[in-house]
């Protein structure tokens, strides 16, 4: 599989918002599902969003209401809303490890992770 590539992160202020992009082959989102993970220090690795090839998602309770995870052809999205210093991390997306799978929160689902994009929010 080709390594996603993240982008889109930055510093905002509580209460705003970013958006971040994962690119990869179209083939890559037809095929397998893929995951928004987060990592803050010295916490483990979150799995925030999911969508599979179908279009389906999922959400972890922290984020649900203020996160969409969205595809288009060679991207995959995560609209990031209200955000709070809590959710100061660093993102990356992980395609999962097998095809046409339904695209769960559990990060052993997936295989190929990105570089991640550093967001920091500010209070």
């Known amino acids: 599989q080709v390594q996603p590539v993240e982008s889109g992160g930055g510093l905002v202020q509580a209460g705003g918002s970013l958006r971040l992009s994962c690119a990869a082959s179209?083939?890559?989102?037809?095929?397998?599902?893929v995951g928004w993970f987060r990592q803050a220090p010295a916490k483990e690795r979150e799995c925030v969003a999911t969508?599979?090839?179908?279009?389906g998602t999922a959400y972890a309770d922290s984020v649900k209401g203020r996160f969409t995870i969205s595809r288009d052809n060679a991207k995959v999205y995560l609209q990031m809303n209200r955000l709070t210093p809590e959710d100061t991390a660093v993102y990356s997306c992980?395609?999962?490890?097998?095809?046409?799978?339904?695209?769960?929160?559990?990060?052993?689902?997936?295989?190929?992770w990105g570089q991640g994009t550093q967001v920091t929010v500010s209070s």
């Open positions: 179209e083939d890559t989102f037809s095929t397998y599902a």
């Open positions: 969508i599979n090839q179908s279009g």
């Open positions: 992980g395609v999962a490890s097998r095809k046409f799978t339904i695209g769960t929160l559990d990060a052993r689902e997936y295989g190929t």
